[in-house]
């Protein structure tokens, strides 16, 4: 930031520390003068941060202007009380529309210290800032030669160049600096910068992995700078940074760039190329699992979990971590595969506390592969070493382990004498499998899971509008006893009596069905309802049935119809990348 203000303003410590360098004491006379001016120097430093702290930037002005002049002796300069004087004077001249008062006093101190960097800074920024150009290019000219081969000064005015939006006056900066350093890294971090601000992109990747090896800090501004990469350009980005030699943070920026342009899969796969064995890595991976569950691409965390799992097979978080991924992703067989190839060996309190701790994934995935009567047992086995609030946890999992297997009884029973008998979810299941949709409405709005049956019975719950029916609450109940057939039935025979919500229904019937059976169901819900929000999805699902069945000619036909009568639909773009596709016309993706 400008204005020295990434030196803070409040300094006690540097200033006591500075203090300390010169300690007061009994000495001769001439040491006794030397000493007192340093605790001079030392006190008006104190006293402009204190003004400062204050607002009072007319008295820090005057006291950074003492302190200066007191660190200035000739022939025993203090330059760390030169820095931080002249930022804090630089500072404070800027808040008070004064900085062009603040040259005369850094050209006394380039007097003394002809290549002090802070100060040849503080000129040179001042100068750009005033938009006093040609005296800037003279300070930078004169920096230039008093620091050799130092590429400070090209860096310093390079930045200034790009904060201004002047991106063609830093490239012919940096040319320059190219030719007369030679063509190393020294800069390579704001050259990288000058290519983002001019849309050269694969120039920008480049420049900032050779930046890395000097400057890996820059892995942030890296990330921001080319995730705006169009999206016709990334192939090109990917190219440079998936080169070798692989190094760290080329590959944690690649991942972070595939999680910004949303394919968290590909940036797992730059991870991937790390050296297992590495604790850099399994933090790599790690931090990059956290990221991804964040944004729910649970099949991809649950890899990424798996990884560290396999550096580190004692990693319990990894495990859990896992197999809750897992389940989310809906591979309940991975999860519970994890669990039991990983569990916890016996042996001790902690080993067996670590087992039981992860019981609750184990019965959920038994629950969501329908073997309630497996995570019964289990519960009744393990159930021995359990306290009585760690049975209660485990209540929810298998009560929902009974809902799943649509054994309302059961699950009735597992409830009882539990905190469950209130729990928005289980209640509010149970009510829909007895066909009370009103108490099932109000309560699995309320549920604070989103599992895809959950936003299911939601979606059809909010379309049909009565408060009872045995014969739905059948259909979902048919549902999570896996007989799709049946709950499909279910949903088309009930379609006449449900009014404006049977497209609902038929769709929710399609979804179950057979490609046959489901094409039946699409034709009618265009031709019967075609105001319907489920028209456009019947055909966008009827073109993609029929181009897996190889029909392309017919699917082109479903998707054009979509687009052609629901042009505002959200389904649109996508049937428009389905028909590309077909075509043989795909747009890089992000068009």
Do not use: C
Request: proline share 5%; glycine share 8%; net charge positive.
């Amino acid at each position: 930031m400008p204005w020295g203000r990434d030196v803070p303003r409040a300094l006690p410590a540097l200033v006591a520390l500075l203090l300390a360098w010169h300690p007061a004491g009994s000495q001769s006379a001439g040491s006794a003068t030397a000493t007192a001016g340093a605790v001079d120097s030392s006190d008006a430093l104190t006293r402009a941060l204190a003004a400062e702290d204050r607002n009072d930037r007319r008295g820090a002005a005057v006291a950074y202007r003492e302190a200066l002049q007191r660190a200035l002796v000739v022939g025993n300069t203090d330059g760390d009380r030169v820095a931080i004087a002249l930022l804090g004077l630089e500072r404070v001249s800027a808040e008070l529309a004064q900085l062009d008062s603040i040259l005369p006093v850094v050209q006394r101190v380039l007097q003394l210290r002809p290549t002090d960097p802070t100060a040849r800074s503080v000129q040179l920024r001042s100068l750009v800032t005033m938009a006093r150009d040609d005296e800037a290019r003279m300070a930078f000219d004169a920096w230039r030669r008093v620091a050799g081969p130092d590429a400070a000064p090209y860096r310093e005015y390079a930045r200034l160049l790009l904060q201004q939006g002047r991106a063609l006056a830093a490239d012919s900066l940096l040319s320059e600096a190219e030719r007369r350093l030679g063509g190393g890294g020294a800069l390579a971090g704001e050259t990288a910068q000058l290519h983002v601000s001019l849309g050269r992109w694969t120039a920008a990747a480049r420049a900032f992995r050779q930046a890395f090896a000097d400057e890996p800090w820059l892995e942030t501004s890296a990330l921001f700078g080319l995730s705006r990469t169009p999206a016709a350009s990334r192939d090109s980005v990917r190219a440079v940074l998936e080169g070798g030699p692989v190094a760290m943070p080329v590959r944690r920026l690649l991942a972070s760039l595939e999680l910004a342009w949303g394919d968290p899969r590909r940036g797992w796969g730059a991870l991937l190329a790390l050296p297992a064995a590495d604790d850099s890595t399994v933090a790599a991976w790690k931090a990059f699992a956290e990221r991804v569950e964040l944004n729910e691409s649970w099949l991809v965390a649950r890899d990424a979990w798996q990884a560290v799992l396999a550096a580190r097979a004692t990693d319990v978080e990894a495990l859990s971590r896992g197999a809750d991924a897992a389940l989310r992703a809906g591979d309940a067989a991975g999860a519970l595969t994890l669990l039991r190839d990983r569990r916890p060996a016996r042996g001790g309190a902690s080993a067996d506390s670590l087992a039981r701790s992860l019981l609750s994934l184990e019965i959920t995935a038994l629950g969501d592969l329908g073997r309630a009567d497996e995570a019964q047992r289990l519960l009744e086995r393990e159930g021995p070493r359990l306290d009585s609030l760690a049975r209660a946890d485990l209540a929810r999992p298998l009560v929902a382990a009974w809902l799943r297997r649509g054994d309302v009884t059961r699950a009735r029973t597992a409830m009882a004498g539990t905190e469950l008998a209130e729990d928005d979810e289980m209640v509010g299941w149970l009510a829909l499998y007895e066909g009370n949709l009103g108490v099932a409405r109000r309560r699995l709005v309320r549920a604070s899971t989103r599992r895809q049956e959950l936003v299911d019975a939601l979606g059809l719950l909010a379309r049909v509008r009565l408060e009872q029916s045995p014969p739905l609450g059948q259909a979902f109940l048919m549902i999570a006893r896996r007989d799709s057939s049946a709950a499909a039935a279910g949903f088309i025979r009930l379609a006449d009596s449900v009014g404006s919500a049977a497209p609902a229904l038929l769709a929710q019937a399609a979804r179950l069905s057979s490609t046959a059976q489901a094409t039946a169901l699409w034709t009618r819900i265009v031709k019967d309802y075609p105001r319907s929000p489920e028209a456009p999805e019947a055909l966008l699902a009827w073109g993609r049935a029929l181009r897996e069945a190889g029909d392309k000619d017919a699917a082109i036909v479903r998707f054009e119809q979509l687009l052609l009568e629901y042009p505002g639909s959200a389904l649109t773009p996508q049937a428009r990348r389905d028909l590309e596709r077909l075509r043989g016309q795909v747009p890089p993706a992000g068009r």
